[in-house]
């Protein structure tokens, strides 16, 4: 569905993305993880229609990218909400310029605010929420418009442990109910395994795929049983190939 081929993207004569591939299938959940500065948030702008100044090509469903669209849905690292509207308004304004009815935009606003557990806080404001809720607006807010892929940048990364355990049960719930297509970057290698049916690794200088890894798991998955662990080794190592080539005394370099 998503085919991104020989990207390239050069800041300068910087390279951040070196002939870059990457596949999602329909309703697929693909995790990219690799240290820091190997172009993971590069190419999702990129495939965002965030940033259009690269050479290949990134096609979602035979059509190439051409700008933001409603069928593409981003969440960053921190919420982005804005201050000033309260959190309906906040989801709303995702869809101020949709072909829809008011009344259309309504429904499909409290739908993904009741999605993402946030019935009752309609008329919160940003500065009331907790860390996780503000995350949870900013992924309804991305789904409103019913996009056919989600990009979420590290979405969960500023969050504590145990809502962070809490929002990856949310994810997949959501995933399964929207049947939504996700691409997730994130650190942390366990929650790739918990969410995802395949795993992309990418390296730094140039930044760029060094690995696909299929989760074959069955869901949901056990953290704590030996194929997990024997999966965690396999990408750690993956990883630590990345890292061994660039920084011989790193541990795991992420
Ligand atoms: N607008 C920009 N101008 C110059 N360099 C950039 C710009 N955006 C990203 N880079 C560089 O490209 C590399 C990849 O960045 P990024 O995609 O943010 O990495 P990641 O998300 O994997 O940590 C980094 O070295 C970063 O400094
Ligand atoms: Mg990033």
Redesign the pocket.
């Known amino acids: 569905m998503l085919e991104a081929r020989n990207v390239t993207r050069r ?2 004569d ?1 390279v ?1 993305l070196h002939d870059t591939a990457l596949d999602v299938g329909e309703g697929e959940f693909v995790t990219i993880v ?10 999702l702008r990129l495939i965002a229609g965030l940033d259009q100044d690269y050479t290949g090509e990134i096609t979602l469903n035979g059509q190439r990218i051409v700008g933001t669209s409603l069928e593409r849905g981003i969440v960053f690292q921190e919420p982005r909400l804005l201050p000033w509207l309260d959190l309906w308004d906040n989801i709303a304004i995702a869809l101020d310029n949709a072909p829809l009815s008011n009344t259309a935009k309504k429904e499909a606003v409290a739908a993904q605010i009741a999605l993402v557990g946030l019935t009752g806080f309609e008329r919160a404001y940003p500065s009331a929420l907790s860390g996780g809720m503000a995350q949870r607006a900013a992924i309804a807010r991305a789904l409103v418009g019913h996009p056919s892929i989600l990009l979420l ?1 590290e979405p969960l990364g500023a969050l504590d442990a145990i809502t962070r355990m809490r929002l990856q049960e949310e994810l997949l719930r959501i995933w399964r109910h929207e049947g939504v297509s996700m691409i997730l ?1 994130t650190h942390d290698v366990e929650e790739a395994i918990f969410l995802s049916k395949k795993i992309v690794v ?1 390296d ?1 200088r140039p ?1 760029r795929v060094t690995a696909n890894i299929a989760v074959d798991l069955p869901m949901p998955r056990d953290r704590s049983s030996a194929d997990f662990g024997a999966l965690k080794r396999k990408i750690f190592d993956a990883l630590h190939d990345n890292a061994a080539v660039r920084l011989p005394e790193a541990e795991y370099a992420i």
């Open positions: 800041f300068g910087f951040a690799g240290a820091s500065g190997c172009g993971k948030t590069t190419l940048d970057v990418m730094s930044g």
